[in-house]
């Protein structure tokens, strides 16, 4: 059965590279495809390479940034300490490319290194060819590819991957024991650890799935217990260089007179578990189960009662079985096929045992949500393969087998490779709104804020040097509140909140003091936000005096998730119960003009001649119907026409082919004002870059 056996060593090691060369540059050229679609649309490129296209990439790439520079400003949030940042600080140090091409190629890079393992584990078990087959399908099947393609820069280039050098050392280590394997479980463990701190979860549990082999099949091997106590060692919440300090020590230990490993072996074993209990223990653990499995809400302390951002996403959630087959294998068939095979495979091979946990995990996906399906991706891969060659054995013929292999794993890959053709992920931003960022960069200092809504954070604190109240991180209902306050109010209540907010946070980090809200009410003796507000209006003296500047970052893209932004200040504080009806938004941009009405879609039509509104059948007054665009000079022209009194008004905006229906809240809000009509107050706002797709706006108080 072993199709790639070959007679000497050098051949077999010439085979192996081979294998993986291929191996791995199939995977990259897969992750060519989305480059190669998005080569020529320049307002994808800046600084002459392709914009990343994840959101959080740009929060790291703000570490490596600073880390490079050498210097950051206190509580700007940037990442310095972390391990993605600090690699490709280094790595751009080594590598003779500019910064953006770095990070534009590094998740397929060494996402792709995902093949090596897998290969490794394949011929660990005699079975390189099952190790490359499941490699090749492994490299592009849905979630892993849409986590590591180009431009996906994140912390999940690594998290698979490093989990399944950990597995494979632990194969390895169970087919040769011999101790001196046992020292890189430990480094493996302790990489994986120090990358992504989340993988304690799935560490400890194969660890458990090691003590369990231990007792069940090789309850009198020794060596099954020796490597458990290298993986603990490689687990324990300590620097890496103590616990690979610390593996070496036990190593060199029992290496010098193996007498003292009898004795002294399980002893060692207990003072190791009770450091595990007393540096990490199973909380880290609980509180993820709580997050994703359990879900329970979390409640605020300060007695106010914030929006709760878990409630707007739609991530976590179960979810339908295809979706979870495709996601894992590229198709059901492939993933049934894999499942069963993957059975059939950890029993012909037992140490495939210690991968357990990755499908368990991926399985969890059923359940907690998309993100897990990922951690199943190899073991099915694996599977697959070992049932591909397990049926094409008794072929006689070597050529004849070779192709039908060829056949099988081309199929198997097809539905993937029909995914990466059709998943055109966007970049992040355009070039022009990072122009729009760039000269904010310029005319702004790194210690000033940005105000935006959370999902803008990243790229804003990147391409602006600037802070920001909230982040793809930082964007919990209380934090939240201020920037959804100051983008949906009134300008003169959006101008007091933001010079409020930006004080507030940032003698937030001097006393320690993140409940900003709770503090502002307590200083003024408010009694809600309202009452405050009315306090500064009728004495604007009462504001705190400006530590530095403050910027409004309006960008078009918000529109589409305006009603969203409002939910999140638009509350009771006190009163959860109290559910405010929303105030009403709606945007169109596909319309009809009928000549007599105008279809806006969802069942709303304008009725020209009556200078009404319906609804199917229900009537609503016009209130005021606005036309905006931009004359050739790009100046903006408004026309306003005034039909009642009360109703919903109407804003057309010619240059963007959209149609807003809006109440007087929205009319009214900071971002409809000054980034649709470019209206501010002078007294409140200067307006410092106003470009069709992001208009920026400095605060005068
Ligand atoms: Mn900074």
Redesign the pocket.
Known sequence: MNFFHLKSDSTKTLTLLALLLIAYLFSISMRLIWVGEFQEMEQSKWNNELMINTNDGYWFA?GAR?ILAGS??PN???PINEPISLLTAWLSKIIPVSFETLILYMPSAIGSLIVIPIILIGRTLGQTGIGFIAALLASVTHSYYNRTMSGYYDTDMLTIVLPLISIYFIIFALTHQRNRFLIPITIAFSMTQWWYPQSYSLNTAILVVTILYALIFERRNHYVYKISLYIIIGILSLPIWVKVGIALAVFAFFHTKPSLDQKWFWALFAAIIALYFSTGGIDPIWGQLKAYVVRESVSDDAGLYFYNVAQTVREAGNIPFNVFAERISGHPITFALGLVGYIMAIIAYRPLLITLPLVGLGFIAMNAGLRFTIYAVAPMAIGFAYLLLLITRPIEKKWLQVIVLIVFTSTAIYPNYLHIKEYMTPTVLTAKEVTVLTKLGEISN??DYVITWWDYGYPV?YYS???TLVDGGKHSGDVNYPASFVLTQSQQNAAFMARLAVEYTEQGYENNKSAIIAEMLKTYKAESVDDLMVNLNLDPTLLPKSSRDVYLYFPLRMMDIFPTVTLFSYLDLKNPANVLQQPFFYMSQQFQDSGKTIELGNGFSIIKDKNILKLGNQEIPIKSFYQVGYDANQKIQIERQQFASEGLNIIFMGSYGRFLILDDFYLNSSYIQMFVFEQYDPKLFEPVILDPLSKIYKLKV
């Open positions: 703000e600073d950051h400003q700007d949030l940037s790194p210690e604190r040097d600037v802070k």
